[in-house]
Every structure is written in structure tokens, then in C-alpha cells.
């Protein structure tokens, strides 16, 4: 059973970075076929999708965020990576991580972080 | 971007009923791409329904997915307690970003 962990600070001052890790467990992220990724949740909103890396570092980012965002992988730690910066108080939200399954016929997200919240602020 | 309007925003019924749910995009998907979650308070999206109709390992057979083109649809018949949750769709385009609805909340009548 694949495990997604989110970690980071809860609290970042506005104009920093927002910087979270998701460390893979029961999986690795090397195994081709799926995008590891970032969505996050607006509070008492809906979802968002924030990007995605493959495990050959190919990355696929939200037009809305591109120009703030960047994600990164470690595979000989099997975690991957989200930096958002300048981060603003609209960037205040609970932040998960997940696995998308990329295959014929089958595009979706199977496993996801407990999430972490994440709030901008001074 | 693909926009995907979920319809209706709350939905209140009884256990028991049946309850349906609408998913719209601003343009075609294809089948293979849409895909359907549950969320409850406090918890991640979990997985129902992925190629618009295929159920995801271990979800009842309750929870059916239909629809093509532009429109798809939840159906989720004689509800349980436990069904009473918010409810998204998404989309995956190979050019396009990956967007959710906004959601349906299933509520208790």
C-alpha cells in the first residue's frame, strides 16, 4: 500500500517561500506511470491542482501558479517537492500530496496525503 | 483550461433515496479522462469512480459513474449514512491542466 506524507512549515510570511516535502512510502517514485503531485485546498473551497513530476524530473505546472512554482524530486530519498514563492495570504491552504496514475484508461489520482495546512501570514 | 460545473451545489436527501449528481465541462473529455472523489470533514479525496464509469478497488456497487462528451453524471442509489459527503469530478487533458468541479455536497434531509 502506497503511503504519502506531507511535511513543511505551517506558518510562512508573506513574499517568502513556500516550501513543502512529500516522502513516498510502500512505492517508489521512480516506477513509470505515474505523476506525482501537488493539489491543494483553499479553506472551505474546492480542489485545485497545483502540478505534477514525473520521476525522469518532467514537470507539468498550473498556468495560474508557473511563474512562482517549482517542484522537485529526490528519488534516492523517494520524496518530491513544492516551491511556491512569493508566497501570499492567497496561498493559505491545506496543501496535499498524491499519486496520479498516468496509464491507458486510467488518469486519476489513487493515493493521497493526509494534506497540511499551510497558512500565509506575518 | 476545461472548466468542469458540478451540479446541484448542495443536495439534500434521505438515506435510503437515490441521489444524482451532475458533472459539466466547457468543452468534450473524453471518457477515459473524467474520474470521480468523495471527501469527508477532515480527510483526503478518496477515489470512486475513474474512466467515467469504472469503479475504483473496494468502492460499492452503489456508486455508478455514467456519461460522455460533455456531460457525465454520479449516481449513487439507496444511500448510506456514510455517503452523506462533498463530491468532485475531474478532468485530465494531455495539453490541458488537470481541473476539478467545484463540488456537490451530499447532505442529510
Known amino acids: 500500500q502506497v503511503q504519502l506524507q506531507e511535511s513543511g512549515p505551517g506558518l510562512v510570511k508573506p513574499s517568502q517561500t513556500l516550501s513543502l516535502t512529500c516522502t513516498v512510502s510502500?512505492?517508489?517514485?521512480?516506477?513509470?506511470?505515474?505523476?506525482w503531485s501537488w493539489i491543494r485546498q483553499h479553506p472551505g473551497k474546492g480542489l485545485e491542482w497545483i502540478g505534477y513530476?514525473?520521476?525522469?524530473?518532467?514537470?507539468s505546472y498550473n498556468p495560474s501558479l508557473k511563474s512562482r512554482l517549482s517542484i522537485s524530486a529526490d528519488t534516492s530519498k523517494n520524496q518530491f517537492s513544492l516551491n511556491l514563492s512569493p508566497a501570499t495570504a492567497a496561498d493559505t491552504a491545506v496543501y496535499y500530496c498524491?499519486?496520479?496514475?498516468?496509464?491507458?484508461?486510467?488518469?486519476?489520482?489513487?493515493?493521497w496525503g493526509q494534506g497540511t495546512l499551510v497558512t500565509v501570514s506575518s | 483550461e476545461i472548466v468542469l460545473t458540478q451540479s446541484p451545489g448542495t443536495l439534500s436527501l434521505s438515506p435510503g433515496e437515490r441521489a444524482t449528481l451532475s458533472c459539466r465541462a466547457s468543452?468534450?473529455?473524453?471518457?477515459?479522462?473524467l474520474a470521480w472523489y468523495q471527501q469527508k470533514p477532515g480527510q483526503a479525496p478518496r477515489l470512486l469512480i475513474y474512466?467515467?464509469?469504472t469503479r475504483a478497488t473496494g468502492i460499492p456497487d452503489r456508486f455508478t459513474g455514467s456519461g460522455s462528451g460533455a456531460d457525465f453524471t454520479l449516481t449513487i442509489n439507496s444511500l448510506e449514512p456514510e455517503d452523506f459527503a462533498v463530491y468532485y469530478c475531474?478532468?485530465?487533458?494531455?495539453?490541458?491542466?488537470?481541473?476539478f468541479g467545484q463540488g456537490t455536497r451530499l447532505e442529510i434531509k
Open positions: 510502500g512505492g517508489s517514485i521512480k516506477s513509470g506511470g505515474y505523476y
Open positions: 474512466g467515467a464509469s
Open positions: 498524491g499519486r496520479f496514475v498516468w496509464s491507458p484508461n486510467k488518469y486519476y489520482f489513487d493515493f
Open positions: 475531474q478532468q485530465y487533458g494531455s495539453s490541458q491542466p488537470i481541473t
Open positions: 468543452q468534450s473529455v473524453s471518457s477515459s479522462f
Open positions: 513530476i514525473y520521476y525522469t524530473g518532467s514537470t
